[in-house]
């Protein structure tokens, strides 16, 4: 089924660093949820953080549960904190925390997504949010949401994109195979950038999502972790604003999809043409060294008549990929004469 318009929006620091940060931006989101009251609004803040590196803010451990306790009791909004052990399960829902959320590094590895199922099972959860593997894998991402169910909690989706890269045609799996469950963005992770959550959040509710997951942070240039892609209470009160009237025209809906697709195809394209052009530049430096010419014709046909046979194999004429081909090659030989 597709929905005309989002219903869940997620707010809420990457960490929770302190009972002043957790509670004041608890307060802008709660203003914000006055201003617009039609919408779910569930309240984030990581307090066990995967990071890349040790050397960095793990997270504030336990001690950040009594403050989204405050959460609940101060500005009676729902939260979620994430979970990558059966042992955080254990200390989070004894807790009360009404909403867990499954990381991309931690669904990545199955062994470990079905012990937190085992551990959520049973207990008084509202739900558990699954967000994409760090990886690719719309199957995988299935998979977990699969084993969340089976424990008997309600489940919603969570694109996140993988290396800021959004992988549409993941979540376009997702979507088809259980259009049943909620799909979120997560527009700060999966760009890394503030500057770009208003724009995806657009384009979600034009993709028919049903909601946003958004960092949301007091003072983002001051945040412990995740500082670049965190918007304040003030900028995500004029998202929702802007953003969540906005209705889906069904009959692009899917055309949108598809040119979603499409534009991160022409970008990887882009890039991989510019890293080309970055290597050529390299050769071009090692042959001026030497005194070789920057124009080998015999580089050039064996390049040539391997993209031919490619071509042939793969639906693209051979007029088509010599055009293609000859003008990358123009190019890689201006940039090494
Ligand atoms: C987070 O939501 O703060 C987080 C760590 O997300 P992800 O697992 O998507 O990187
Ligand atoms: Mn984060």
Known sequence: MLKTTISYIIAGPCAAE????VLATAHGIAQCQAHYPNYTYIYRAGIWKPRSSPNTFQGIGAEGLTWLQEVQQTYHLPVATEVATPEQVKQATEAGIDYLWIGARTSANPIAVQTIADAVDGTKIKGVMVKNPVNEDAALWLGNIARLEQAGVAVMAIHRGCNHRPCWAMAYQLLQARPDIPILIDPSHLSGKASAIA??????NRLGYSGWMVETHIAPQEALSDAQQQITPEELEGLVNRGVGESVNRGSEDLDWQRAMIDEVD??????????????????AWKKERQIPALQPSRYQEILQKRIVWGSEHGLDKETVEQI?????????????
Do not use: F, N, P, Y
Not at 275 to 282: D, F
């Open 18 to 21: 302190s009972e002043a940060q």
């Open 199 to 204: 724009q995806l959040c657009t384009q979600a």
């Open 267 to 284: 970008d990887d394209l882009w890039q991989h043409l510019t890293k080309r052009m970055e290597i050529s530049k390299r050769i071009g």
């Open 325 to 337: 081909m000859e003008a990358i090659h123009k190019q890689s030989v201006r940039i090494q004469s």
